[in-house]
């Protein structure tokens, strides 16, 4: 059985690790991982990794918050904007083709990337 899900469980592994380091970065490894690894449709990928990331979440911010890491104040304001935003994208979901979600998630991890290299 172990067999049978150890793609699943390397994927959420490193996921975890870097989710733990970073403070993100589920979402950039999740997809691309469900779609090229696993060969999930795009649309299911984006909404299952949302559902990979909660547990993630959860389990960095009880660390975080124990070693006294965590700005609560701005993390439950941009929270609760987040999660407007968060219900506007998931219902924007299915409506954007996949050619066009795909494009438009790589354009975001490279933009993402430079500015990290450059800033």
Do not use: C, Q
């Not at 990794?49 to 700005?71: E, G, N």
């Not at 968060?86 to 991890?109: D, E, H, Q, T, W």
């Amino acid at each position: 059985m172990i067999k049978k899900y150890s793609k699943f469980i390397i994927i959420g592994l490193i996921t975890g690790m870097v989710n733990g380091l970073f403070g993100s970065g589920g979402g950039t490894i999740i997809v691309p991982a469900l779609v090229f690894l696993i060969g999930i449709e795009d649309h299911k990928a984006h909404a299952t990794a949302i559902s990979i990331i909660f547990p993630l979440t959860i389990v960095s911010t009880f660390i975080y918050f124990t070693h006294d890491m965590l700005r609560l104040n701005i993390a439950i304001v941009v929270g609760l904007g987040g999660s407007i935003g968060a219900y506007i994208g998931a219902r924007l979901l299915n409506k954007v083709p996949s050619k066009i979600l795909r494009k438009a998630f790589g354009i975001f991890m490279i933009i993402a990337a430079i500015r990290m290299m450059i800033k």
